[in-house]
């Protein structure tokens, strides 16, 4: 098994479990230039909301690099006023496989700071 496949065996479980809840998820991806957040709905058919630091709100605010932990709690804090402009409250974390620490924890910190729960 390679670092990407034990990544998606995490991530498959987690979202396994969400699924069983039934819940709106709060997804993210991260690369190591970038990291994206998505809300998608209850049956996974539909993005809800989404932000990323390729956006330009987020991407002017940034100095420069966008891969670091300050980048990320832009990201969070976008998500979330995006979800509470939807109408949504609360959702699961989906970390996709990913540790939580770092810019993933920067983003929920951010995120829960704003206003969305999870």
Same mark, same amino acid.
């Given at each position: 098994?390679?670092?990407?496949?034990?990544?998606?065996?995490?991530?498959?479980?987690?979202?396994?479990?969400?699924?069983?809840?039934g819940?709106?998820?709060?997804?993210?991806?991260?690369?190591?230039?970038?990291?994206y !957040?998505?809300?998608?709905?209850? =049956?996974?058919?539909?993005?809800?909301? @989404?932000?990323?630091?390729?956006? +330009?709100? #987020? *991407?002017?605010?940034?100095d420069?690099?966008?891969?670091?932990?300050?980048?990320?709690?832009?990201?969070?804090?976008?998500i979330?006023?995006? !979800?509470?402009?939807?109408?949504i =409250?609360s959702?699961?974390?989906?970390? @996709?496989?990913?540790?939580?620490? +770092?810019? #993933? *924890?920067a983003?929920?910190?951010?995120?829960?700071?704003?206003?969305?729960?999870?």
């Amino acid at each position: 098994m390679n670092k990407k496949m034990t990544r998606m065996r995490r991530a498959m479980r987690t979202r396994h479990k969400i699924r069983d809840l039934g819940s709106t998820r709060l997804c993210i991806y991260r690369t190591s230039q970038h990291i994206y !957040a998505q809300i998608i709905s209850a =049956d996974g058919g539909h993005v809800l909301a @989404s932000a990323s630091t390729l956006d +330009g709100d #987020v *991407k002017t605010q940034l100095d420069g690099h966008s891969g670091n932990a300050t980048a990320a709690s832009m990201v969070g804090k976008v998500i979330a006023e995006k !979800a509470k402009s939807a109408g949504i =409250d609360s959702v699961a974390f989906d970390r @996709s496989g990913f540790r939580y620490h +770092g810019r #993933v *924890k920067a983003l929920a910190d951010a995120a829960r700071e704003n206003g969305l729960s999870f």
